[in-house]
């Protein structure tokens, strides 16, 4: 049976990243975004960080006047970055934790212990129509307090499988592997829709794309690195084959 169609929101933050070491306009991200576009992307993801270390406040606003494919705008769950959201009105919202100190996102948000903060903005941004997704380790806990709080998506933290793999740790693979399957099953039961994403790279997406109840992938870092070698559309196009054929795969 041939398994849903598996969507890839390519992430620009790294765009900025390179852009802000010189400041200036060079390269741009919305530049960048249009090419993700271009290339076959389904959307476009940007973290407006606390510190501003990439993406600003003005490529938020250009993002969302000019893209043709939904924003997915990842932020902490804080009243500054909510009145931006409510502001702007991306397609989606989702929350993720955020440490000054951590170079990119360190584990899922762990909306368990931090229920009383981001129950409330799941449904100020819900409200306002804004599709709200959390950004959670895979685990059972995580994924009930997620459907308790009524938020209609979850992303699952790839970034310990990512690891695993770079380790070359067979038994590793395997639990990092299997706790997905289980997460995406389990979000799946409990009518969340669910996404996947950070530290993937066109030799560890195909275990992750395989995954049938998973309905997007969100992946910048390596794509934008790569594009040093291929170009941006190049990288692009590679990763949804590599997707597309683990699905195919998978589903035959
Ligand atoms: N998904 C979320 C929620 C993230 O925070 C990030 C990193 O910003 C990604 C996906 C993409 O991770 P990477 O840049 O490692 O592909």
Do not use: W
């Not at 959390?134 to 970034?159: D, K």
């Not at 310990?160 to 395997?174: F, H, M, N, P, T």
């Amino acid at each position: 049976m041939a398994l849903r169609p598996l969507r890839l929101g390519v992430n620009i933050d790294h765009v900025a990243t390179i852009r802000n070491a010189r400041g200036g306009a060079h390269p741009d991200p919305l530049r960048a975004a249009r090419a993700a576009e271009a290339a076959g992307a389904d959307g476009i993801t940007a973290h407006l960080r606390e510190d501003r270390r990439h993406i600003a406040d003005d490529d938020i606003a250009r993002l969302v006047a000019e893209l043709e494919r939904p924003l997915n705008l990842e932020m902490a769950p804080t009243a500054e970055m909510t009145a931006i959201a409510l502001r702007h009105r991306p397609h989606a919202v989702c929350l993720v934790p955020e440490k000054r100190e951590e170079r990119t996102t360190e584990g899922g948000l762990d909306i368990a212990v931090h229920h009383n903060t981001v129950a409330p903005i799941v449904a100020e941004l819900g409200t306002a129509g804004i599709r709200v997704s959390l950004f959670i380790e895979p685990s059972g806990v995580q994924l009930a307090v997620a459907r308790a709080m009524g938020a209609p998506v979850v992303e699952l933290h790839t970034g310990s499988y990512a690891e695993a793999v770079l380790s070359g740790e067979r038994a590793r693979i395997g639990t990092e592997l299997g706790r997905l399957r289980e997460a995406a099953a389990e979000g799946a039961r409990l009518g969340l829709e669910v996404h996947a994403g950070h530290g993937l790279t066109f030799d560890n997406v195909g275990a992750i794309a395989a995954i049938p109840e998973l309905a997007e992938l969100n992946i910048g870092h390596f794509l934008v690195g790569e594009a040093i070698f291929t170009g941006l559309e190049a990288a692009i196009v590679r990763m949804r084959r590599l997707m597309e054929a683990a699905r195919a795969e998978a589903g035959a």
